[in-house]
């Protein structure tokens, strides 16, 4: 099994920054990508990035290209989501997935969830 722990979640003011972490632990060696969605109250899970461990690939949802970034760290098996310019409309939990392939926006597709970590955008 994998386990991922999401942290960096919190309360922002409108134009600032947030980096968030998602750390896999247990059969991480499994996971060939990660992937970061977002749940806002009374809406569907969305598709935020993902990234590929070995290769770094990347692919940002187009509504957020240019704010938000994904990157890891292998070492430390953490992926990272920085988002930048945040708007009141970028409050949600997020939640990081790994998977065994590269499902990109395919949520259904992802293997393993964390636990999602709030953050909050005041105007």
């Known amino acids: 099994q994998v386990q991922l722990v999401e942290s960096g979640g919190g309360l922002v003011q409108a134009g600032g920054s947030v980096r968030l972490s998602c750390a896999a632990s247990g059969r991480s060696f499994s996971v060939y990508a990660m992937g970061w969605f977002r749940q806002a109250p009374g809406k569907e899970r969305e598709y935020v990035a993902s990234?590929?461990?070995?290769?770094?690939?990347?692919y940002v949802a187009d509504s957020m290209k240019g704010r938000f970034t994904i990157s890891r760290d292998n070492a430390k098996n953490t992926a990272y989501l920085q988002m930048n310019s945040l708007k009141p409309e970028d409050t949600a939990v997020y939640y990081c997935?790994?998977?065994?392939?590269?499902?990109?926006?395919?949520?259904?597709?992802?293997?393993?969830w964390g636990q999602g970590t709030q953050v909050t955008v005041s105007s």
């Open positions: 997935a790994g998977a065994k392939t590269w499902p990109m926006w395919l949520k259904n597709e992802y293997d393993y």
């Open positions: 990234i590929v461990w070995s290769g770094g690939n990347t």
